[in-house]
T-cell receptor, first 116, second 118 residues
Framework: AQTVTQSQPEMSVQEAETVTLSCTYD???????LFWYKQPPSRQMILVIR??????QNATENRFSVNFQKAAKSFSLKISDSQLGDAAMYFC?????????????FGTGTRLTIIP | DTGVSQDPRHKITKRGQNVTFRCDPI?????LYWYRQTLGQGPEFLTY????????KSRLLSDRFSAERPKGSFSTLEIQRTEQGDSAMYLC????????????????FGSGTQLSVL
């Protein structure tokens, strides 16, 4: 079974600064997807960024980028130019590439606070 | 596209009562998922449907839990004889069918139903 570990329960960053959230995972599969989801106080999980394991290039979405280290099974999220609206719980998640195993496995989350 | 909607948003019940939650997925999405999230934890997978077929159930889904998706549209999650340990947020998500092209691996979540069992 796959597991996802987020070792930082809480992080804080000054507005406009950069912060990196850590995530490690364990799997015996070679093809899979990794995701970062954001959960604001409204509770709705919002996809921030995704990475296909077969792609070596790190995914980027505007101010959000990842550092994907497949051999180390590490998948960190970097948020540049942090904004007040980035305050939320951030969850790292894993999904198998193969049909019939589509469920997401989540980490325990990191609560990100933005300091004005 | 109005997104995934869940009803009710909050539910307070007494131990031993039955409760039912409803999820309406994004209309063109064939796959529907139920997750449970307790305080301080990430969502945990409960079950998922491909159209009306329930394809996988977690061992977390005890005999008191039942999920249905008649006609492959909305879904209901029923909990019978609720226990205090059932208190959690129940999240629903949907996704396009496999092979539907880009973004078929992305899950779109609703805002959840917060259940409190007294």
């Amino acid at each position: 079974a796959q597991t996802v570990t987020q070792s930082q329960p809480e992080m804080s960053v000054q507005e406009a600064e950069t912060v990196t959230l850590s995530c490690t995972y364990d799997t015996s599969e070679s093809d899979y997807y990794l995701f970062w989801y954001k959960q604001p106080p409204s509770r709705q999980m919002i996809l921030v960024i995704r990475q296909e394991a077969y792609k070596q290039q790190n995914a980027t979405e505007n101010r959000f980028s990842v550092n994907f280290q497949k051999a180390a099974k590490s998948f960190s999220l970097k948020i540049s130019d942090s904004q007040l609206g980035d305050a939320a719980m951030y969850f790292c998640a894993y999904r198998s590439y193969w049909a019939g195993n589509e469920k997401l496995t989540f980490g325990t989350g990191t609560r990100l606070t933005i300091i004005p | 596209d109005t997104g995934v909607s869940q009803d009710p948003r909050h539910k307070i019940t007494k131990r031993g009562q039955n409760v039912t939650f409803r999820c309406d997925p994004i209309s063109e999405h064939n796959r529907l998922y139920w997750y449970r999230q307790t305080l301080g934890q990430g969502p945990e997978f409960l079950t998922y449907f491909q159209n009306e077929a329930q394809l996988e159930k977690s061992r977390l889904l005890s005999d008191r839990f039942s999920a249905e998706r008649p006609k492959g549209s909305f879904s209901t999650l029923e909990i019978q004889r609720t226990e205090q340990g059932d208190s959690a947020m129940y999240l629903c998500a949907s996704s396009p069918d496999a092979g539907a092209g880009l973004n078929n691996e992305k899950l779109f979540f609703g805002s959840g139903t917060q259940l409190s069992v007294l």
